[in-house]
Every structure is written in structure tokens, then in C-alpha cells.
């Protein structure tokens, strides 16, 4: 099994304020990589996991992993496992799982409706639809199933109405260009069924565009 060392930071100014976070990933080859990234308005927690989050994402294969932080938290036992269209209710919101496989076997979207005016909207919190560099879609061992996963994954994206446009990083859904539009706006930038549509749309060409290639390749 491949050999990986990880060490992750990040900090936040004011807290909340602006921050950064930070990982290098050391192969057992030698080869190093260095991530990082920023938010315009984040917490030092938000920052501290995201680095550690993100060296880990980018894996495309199994490995032994040895991740070092200056971070300490109490581990978080599972209590349940949640299946596909299991409700999960917080401060009075109602959240709908949807098992959207591929990136990972668990990758989950969230849904929820909210009351807006005298209408009700769904936002939906896309989980990750990306098959990211070096994803080996044909003959994986590891994960037989990935191509089937995502075919499945972008059914039901394609099936959701969505109105408030979210996920698990900002720049799905143009975060950073959509936040300061919010102050003193009549409608939410946030609500974007069009670019919800097209993410979802050009994430399944390059899945579609993937898939033929390795098909035609044999990899």
C-alpha cells in the first residue's frame, strides 16, 4: 500500500474573520504537493479542517496514511448511518439525505425546503460530483462500482428542482462572488436554479468525457 505523510494547517483573523488554510502531502515516492486556499469570511476551526479535509480528497487510491495537525478534537462516534432519504432535523430545519455515490461510496447531498415569503423554495447542498485526477472510473478494484455510482449520482442531481444553490465547497456555486451581493438585495444570489443546472451538467460531461476515454483506452 502507498505511503503518505500530511501536515495541515490553518488560521482565521478575528475569528470569524478572514483565513487561510494550508497541507503538504509527502509521498512514499518522494514526490511532494503543497495545497492551500482562503475565505473572505471563515472560522479557525472551518480553516484547521479544511486543510486536512482537502489533502485527503485529492487520494485516488487506497494508501497508509499518517496525518499531522497542531489540532486536537474529541473524536465523533457514529450513532447512526443514514440511508438515502432519511430526514435529519436541526434548529427547527429539516434536512434530507440523498446518496449521490461516486466521489466517495458515501457522498451525500442535503436538501431542505425553506419558507421564503409566501413560497417555498429547495435548497440544495451539493455534496461532490467530480471525478477528480487520476479517479479510474474502468477496473477499479478498489471500488468496482464508481462508474454505476456516478451515472447514479447524476440522476438524481438532474431530478432535484433546486432554488438556493449550495454545496460542500464554495466554489461550486460561486461563493465568493455571490456573498456580497447579499446585503441589501431583494432577492438571495443564492437562489440560481441556471447555474445549479449547468454545474450539475458540466460536471456530468466530464464524467461522461472520462468514462469513454478510459473505456477506449482500457484503463
Not at 434530507?96 to 417555498?120: F, I, N
Not at 478494484?141 to 433546486?162: G, Q, W
Request: glycine residues 10%.
Amino acid at each position: 500500500m502507498n505511503k503518505l505523510t500530511i501536515f495541515s494547517d490553518g488560521a482565521c483573523s478575528g475569528n470569524p474573520g478572514p483565513g487561510g488554510w494550508a497541507a503538504r502531502l509527502l509521498y512514499g515516492d518522494g514526490r511532494i504537493t503543497e495545497l492551500g486556499g482562503h475565505a473572505a469570511e471563515t472560522t479557525n476551526n472551518r480553516m484547521e479542517l479544511m486543510a486536512a479535509i482537502v489533502a485527503l480528497e485529492t487520494l485516488t487510491h487506497p494508501a497508509c496514511i499518517d496525518l499531522y495537525t497542531d489540532s486536537r478534537w474529541r473524536p465523533c462516534p457514529v450513532d447512526k448511518v443514514l440511508k438515502d432519504g432519511e430526514k435529519v432535523t436541526l434548529g427547527g430545519t429539516t434536512l434530507v439525505a440523498r446518496h449521490t455515490p461516486g466521489h466517495t461510496p458515501g457522498c451525500t447531498t442535503w436538501t431542505a425546503r425553506v419558507t421564503d415569503g409566501k413560497s417555498k423554495k429547495l435548497v440544495v447542498v451539493v455534496g461532490s460530483p467530480n471525478v477528480n485526477p487520476g479517479y479510474q472510473l474502468v477496473n477499479n478494484k478498489s471500488y468496482p462500482k464508481i462508474a454505476k455510482d456516478f451515472a447514479r449520482t447524476f440522476k438524481v442531481l438532474n431530478s432535484l428542482k433546486c432554488d438556493y444553490f449550495l454545496g460542500a465547497h464554495g466554489n461550486y456555486y460561486g461563493m465568493h462572488a455571490k456573498f456580497p451581493k447579499l446585503k441589501g438585495a431583494k432577492t438571495s444570489p443564492f437562489i440560481d436554479p441556471a447555474g445549479y443546472r449547468d454545474y450539475i451538467q458540466l460536471k456530468e460531461k466530464a464524467y461522461r468525457d472520462t468514462l469513454t476515454a478510459q473505456k477506449k483506452s482500457g484503463t
